[in-house]
Structure formats: structure tokens, C-alpha cells
T-cell receptor, first 116, second 110 residues
């Protein structure tokens, strides 16, 4: 299995709702990522997990809460979002990079989130 | 500061014409450079990376450290090349952080 899967494909939520985005990979990758992509813009890194531990948080608001329950799963918990948080949320995974190497990131298809 | 610049939002060419998508970067050390492609309704995928020096789907890119550029080239464009192309940079080390340019939409006309 060489794919990153994401569920759901589409999500509409109100500003008071709590929802979660899920990401799964079975390639044995130990680094996993969340990106946010607005329309016609490049992906923006939100979080990086290495060996199931949060290694990078790009100053993301606390209404976004990541979780990595095991090496194959990555969740993004959403609470009290704003309409401007509407975007495509991408998950990616890769082998862990080292000082001399950088491994390709494999991207999922994304979850299209609309906050009403 | 780390930055990737793609000056063209849209590049329109005719089938069979040469293509060059420009990418310039700013990085204080020795970066790794990539080109990612996003076809319509498909996921973002790696096209090529400078360190492998491969040619994928007829595309090549050469890292020019003097001009801090990593332009993507193809001698003869095909309609199926129409897509959004992102140049991306990563610094060496274990941070796994990828910085994307703003992207260039390539439209190949028949």
C-alpha cells in the first residue's frame, strides 16, 4: 500500500461544532504532516510528527489539535473554528529525513472543510 | 529567510512548444529543491528533485547555485502536462519542513 488516505473527503461544520479529520498510511513512514491549502495557494505546513511525537507546530491556533495515536494514524481535531479556516487540509507522510538526506513526502487527497 | 519564488501565476503554451517554469529560492545553507505537480482532481505528487538528476515525463530541472534557481524545463509540451506546478525547498537536517512557492498553472493549448 503506497497511498495516504484521508477521511472524510468533505466536511461542513458550524463554528460551535467539534469534528476530527483522519489520515492513515501503511508505508512504514515515521514522519507525518498536516498542511492547510487555501484556493489557488500553495500548501502551508501546520504540524509535523516524528516517531509519533509533535516536532513542529507552525504557530497554529489552539482550535486545531493534532494527535498521532500510532505510527500509521494522524488525526486533526477541530473545535470552535472560524469561517476563514475553510480550506483543503492535506495530510502527508515520509521516511524520516537526516542531515544529508530528505525523503519524498507522499500526500493524501485532502479533506475539503467548510466552516459555516 | 527561506523563500521560494515562482514569478508566473499562469503559463500558457501550445502543444509541442518548449516550456520553462521559473523558480528562484532564498536559503542560507545548502537546500534540497523539488518540483511537485498537482493535476486536476488529483493529489499533490513529487515530479522530480535536484539530487536525483532524473528526467520525469520529459521534464528536467537543474540547480543553479549561483543564480539560486531551479527552473523546470520540457522541450515539447503535451496537453496532459496541464497542471499546477509547485517548486519547493527543504533545508538539510531532521526538521522535515517543506516550503512551497506560490505555484505556476501550466496550460497547454492544443
Amino acid at each position: 500500500d503506497t497511498e495516504v488516505t484521508q477521511t472524510p473527503k468533505h466536511l461542513v461544520m458550524g463554528m460551535t461544532n467539534k469534528k476530527s479529520l483522519k489520515c492513515e498510511q501503511h508505508m512504514g513512514h515515521r514522519a507525518m504532516y498536516w498542511y492547510k491549502q487555501k484556493a489557488k495557494k500553495p500548501p502551508e505546513l501546520m504540524f509535523v510528527y516524528s516517531y509519533e511525537k509533535l516536532s513542529i507546530n507552525e504557530s497554529v491556533p489552539s482550535r486545531f489539535s493534532p494527535e498521532c495515536p500510532n505510527s500509521s494514524l494522524l488525526n486533526l481535531h477541530l473545535h470552535a473554528l472560524q469561517p476563514e479556516d475553510s480550506a483543503l487540509y492535506l495530510c502527508a507522510s515520509s521516511q524520516l529525513s537526516g542531515v544529508l538526506t530528505f525523503y519524498e513526502q507522499y500526500f493524501g487527497p485532502g479533506t475539503r472543510l467548510t466552516v459555516t | 529567510a527561506q523563500r521560494v519564488t515562482q514569478p508566473e501565476k499562469l503559463l500558457s503554451v501550445f502543444k509541442g512548444a518548449p516550456v520553462e517554469l521559473k523558480c528562484n529560492y532564498s536559503y542560507s545553507g545548502s537546500p534540497e529543491l523539488f518540483w511537485y505537480v498537482q493535476y486536476s482532481r488529483q493529489r499533490l505528487q513529487l515530479l522530480l528533485r535536484h539530487i536525483s538528476r532524473e528526467s520525469i515525463k520529459g521534464f528536467t530541472a537543474d540547480l543553479n547555485k549561483g543564480e539560486t534557481s531551479f527552473h523546470l524545463k520540457k522541450p515539447f509540451a503535451q496537453e496532459e502536462d496541464s497542471a499546477m506546478y509547485y517548486c519547493a525547498l527543504s533545508g538539510r537536517g531532521a526538521t522535515n519542513k517543506l516550503i512551497f512557492g506560490t505555484g505556476t498553472l501550466l496550460a497547454v493549448q492544443p
